[in-house]
């Protein structure tokens, strides 16, 4: 039925990337769904064209348009989220960070921003004309419905996913279409455990109980706490998560996580978007326990709060004696980005039974071999702060994990203090002295 319309609108990619013009806003790519042939057919107008801003994010594999023009003249790229690439771009301006609250990003794409044009990557159309948006869903039927035009790329190799809604776009909201073959995924490894992840993590571990539901950033120790609910004992899990990654597979695996405890799709892991493995691609293809949502649903603190013991895990850089929480920035110089993080923060703390964590070595190591604190006074001058400190529940390092709810600010520098790194405590508490934040006991 939808195949003479399917017909019509196949084109090749330069025909299709002809569409956009000299100033335009291009919502783009996210994590693993970079549209490859549209990259490339892009780079190939760089001479004719100018100021073209491209938006996306979490980029894990080169991008030709990028790397054609290394001077910005023809093509901008704007990150949701930086990824390590588009990190590097940062530092020699050849890329700009957007600020956000993650499950706000498909109100600004319907209020706030112009979108010129969506052109994304796609699992092939199914029998009713639709076109699922596979491992990333995200925010792209926002964007889709305020462009003036859309450019599909079809992978054969994108897996069709299951979702809520907004998780695909039909035929009739397609302007070009452009078959892609079978072209892979990209690869995205897990990280590497180390041991003092595994540390830090042992300390959430016992904070889990039956029956949570799981949200885990993205990270060493994320996998590390993964890794171990898959050998626990813990059972009927939930999953309720921005990112999907293969530890959430691997405790699936482990027959730990039924969802059957969960408030709101009971039975089923929500996801806004995914990267890892070919088993991560394989484990979404055509799941039903898999639901692929908007932002605006897997974010939203008060959709997310409402499944009970809602235990949220994400990393951090550093934070000050007060609370506060820098994950995005070392200084003045973005390393990612603020994410969903503060989302899980508040969903967590107001999910009934609910705990946030942010996780962090004490330590880290500058390039000239000089140990320094994570926990600090004040924050390092042009730190962005993530999570405002009246949001923050627990933090966690490799020496223990302290919950700062409804604590003054003394008895905060105190209890960050004791998960310091012995050897900055006593300094530790100079600074807390000299900020007004240590009280003298007797």
Known sequence: MYMEEYRKKCVSADEAVKVIRNGDWVEFAWAATVPGLLDDALARRKDELFDVNLRGGVIITPMACLECDPAGEHFTWNSWHLGGRERKMVQKGQAYYIPLKYSELPRYLRENVKTDVVAIQVAPMDAHGYFSFGVTVSHYAAAIEKARAVIVEVNEDMPSVHGGYDHAVHISKVDYVVEGGHRGLPILPSAAASDLDRQIAEYVLPEITDG??????????????????????LKDLGVHTEMLVDGFVDM?????????????????????????????????????????????????????????????????????LTGQVCSESAGPSMISGAGGQLDFVEAAYNSKGGKSFICLPSTYTDKNGQLHSRI?????????????????????????????KGLPTWQRAEALISIAHPDFRESLIEEAKQLKIWRKKA
């Open 376 to 404: 600090k006074g004040m924050m390092t001058y042009g730190a962005t702060i993530t999570d405002t400190r009246p949001t923050v529940q627990y933090v966690v390092t490799e020496y223990g994990k302290v919950n700062l």
């Open 212 to 233: 949570a539901c799981i949200q885990l950033g993205i990270g060493g120790m994320p996998n590390a706490l993964g890794k171990m609910i898959a050998e626990s004992n």
């Open 252 to 320: 699936v695996e482990a027959g730990k996580v039924t969802g059957m405890c969960k408030k709101l799709d009971r039975g089923r892991i929500v996801y806004a978007f995914a990267a890892g493995t070919q088993k991560l691609y394989d484990f979404l293809r055509n799941n039903p326990s898999v639901a692929g949502y908007p932002v605006d649903y897997t974010n939203h603190p008060f959709i997310a709060s409402q499944n009970d013991q809602l235990i949220s895990i994400n990393s951090a850089l550093e934070v000050d």
